[in-house]
T-cell receptor
Framework: GNSVTQMEGPVTLSEEAFLTINCTYT??????LFWYVQYPGEGLQLLLK?????DKGSNKGFEATYRKETTSFHLEKGSVQVSDSAVYFC??????????FGAGTRLFVKA | DTAVSQTPKYLVTQMGNDKSIKCEQN?????MYWYKQDSKKFLKIMFS???????INETVPNRFSPKSPDKAHLNLHINSLELGDSAVYFC?????????????FGPGTRLTVT
């Protein structure tokens, strides 16, 4: 079946550090891939997405590239801020009625 | 202008009680969902409705009953509440037939059962 595996957290970084959160997937067909972010006390919101192989999604300085050969969609940011502290979810959608979410990775950024 | 709204935001109740959570979306989507998020932030899908029809029911106890009076509303009723029901419940919506579309989430309802 379809699945998403992302690195366990928490991830703790100092401000301006480089961020990578790994995400790999298993899917039949041609999924779209998403990163959602959940700030404290809020619901999930879309951060970025990529709908086909080699696409790069980007938003707010974050980016991720859809790599079909390695079935990966790693999230990166060159310089994190305290305001980036949140839980990040990798997800996939193959067009059915169910989006598959990873377990979430909590990020703490220290000033 | 809230896209997906839920009420109430907080719900504190005692074991054995019955409670409801309401959800509304104004995005014109045809699919709505209920998720349960535990204290470790793990997100578990509970139900999905497409055009008012139940299409996903993920081994949720019978005490949980969703109801969709129309495409814009999806409510969740919980009977005989148990301690283990304490969690944050999220409603979401999407145009799910299109795999490129993402889900829009409500702000969540934090349920505490004492």
């Amino acid at each position: 079946g379809n699945s998403v595996t992302q690195m366990e957290g928490p991830v703790t970084l100092s401000e301006e550090a480089f961020l990578t959160i790994n995400c790999t997937y298993t899917a039949t067909g041609y999924p779209s891939l998403f990163w959602y972010v959940q700030y404290p006390g809020e619901g999930l919101q879309l951060l970025l997405k990529a709908t086909k192989a080699d696409d790069k999604g980007s938003n707010k300085g974050f980016e991720a590239t859809y790599r079909k050969e390695t079935t990966s969609f790693h999230l990166e940011k060159g310089s994190v801020q305290v305001s980036d502290s949140a839980v990040y979810f990798c997800a996939l959608n193959t067009g059915g009625f169910k989006t598959i979410f990873g377990a979430g990775t909590r990020l703490f950024v220290k000033a | 202008d809230t896209a997906v709204s839920q009420t109430p935001k907080y719900l504190v109740t005692q074991m054995g009680n019955d409670k409801s959570i309401k959800c509304e979306q104004n995005l014109g989507h045809d699919t709505m969902y209920w998720y349960k998020q535990d204290s470790k932030k793990f997100l578990k899908i509970m139900f999905s409705y497409n055009n008012k029809e139940l299409i996903i029911n993920e081994t949720v106890p019978n005490r949980f009953s969703p109801k969709s009076p129309d495409k814009a509303h999806l409510n969740l009723h919980i009977n005989s509440l148990e301690l283990g029901d304490s969690a944050v419940y999220f409603c979401a919506s999407s145009q799910e037939r299109d795999r490129t579309q993402h889900q829009y989430f409500g702000p969540g309802t934090r349920l505490t059962v004492t």
